[in-house]
């Protein structure tokens, strides 16, 4: 679970602290949102009006491809959310449903900078009882989502050399080890990475305590990989949380304009047949 905070710009206002989300737990015109992958932690207790999103079942389809902009406007309204809401996402993958509404073109999105752990600990409020949310009204911007890879786009960016193709996951994930980050097996695809991306596994940009790291370190590091804000750029990793995480450093932190995430992620490619996959030799003689 990533911490969201960071050496960032100034100018930059995506990330809260949790004494500014704590002034407003009563405002109705802030939202709460918990991103999981698994429902059991909300029910145990969450921020109280806080709603959730799984990961899983809210924002993928059973074959993990993204849910489309219409199904996204739904979920908005049955969480309560209108155009002119602030959003305040917090959870396992809290980049994740940033990245969902900045790129359909919601303004007013925040990243909560703490864990659910550490709010806890801080004694911050924390309930059990169920969020009850009146639907809203939410109006579908015009145009296609922004800072979205397809499937489609994904295949197209292999092999050409004006796209970089970014690896998120861990070393074992990218050499074809294992299919999910835990190693689970059951359900698992075709383990092994895009065919030419580059690996860089989220870790080398968060520090120890899971938080990302000063601007100028990933900008070191990725200067190191000869990775440069003029190029086009698709991240992935499994289910889409560790690719919007890097999409958040390099557009947010960095200022890199042409950074795209495919948020089916290889959860949808390596569950595929007719998707093109690589693994280095060495894993495949094991």
Sequence with gaps: MAQVKASKPSGVTAIVDAGWLVGRLDDPSVRVIEVDVTGARHLQGHIPGAVLWNAYTDLHHPDYSP???????SLLERSGVSADTTVVFYGYAPYLGFWQLKSLGHSQVR??????DKWIADGNPWTGDPTLTPASQYALPTGPATSFASLESTLAAVGDP??????MRTRPEYDGERFWPSGAAEGAGR?????GAASLPIEL????????????????????????????IITYCTIGGRATEAWFALTHLLDFPNVRVYAGSWANWGTRADTP???????TTK
């Excluded at 990243?111 to 659910?116: E, F, G, I, K, N």
Aim: proline letters at 3%.
């Design 67 to 73: 849910i489309e902009q219409a199904e996204l406007l």
């Design 111 to 116: 990243l909560l900078d703490v864990s659910r």
């Design 162 to 167: 004006d796209q970089l193709i970014l690896d």
């Design 191 to 195: 383990a092994g990475h895009v065919p």
């Design 205 to 232: 940009i968060r520090t120890e305590n899971g938080s990302l790291k000063s601007t100028d370190e990933i900008r070191g590091l990725l200067e190191e990989m000869g990775i440069t804000r003029d190029q086009n």
């Design 277 to 283: 996959v690589e693994v280095p030799t060495a894993a």
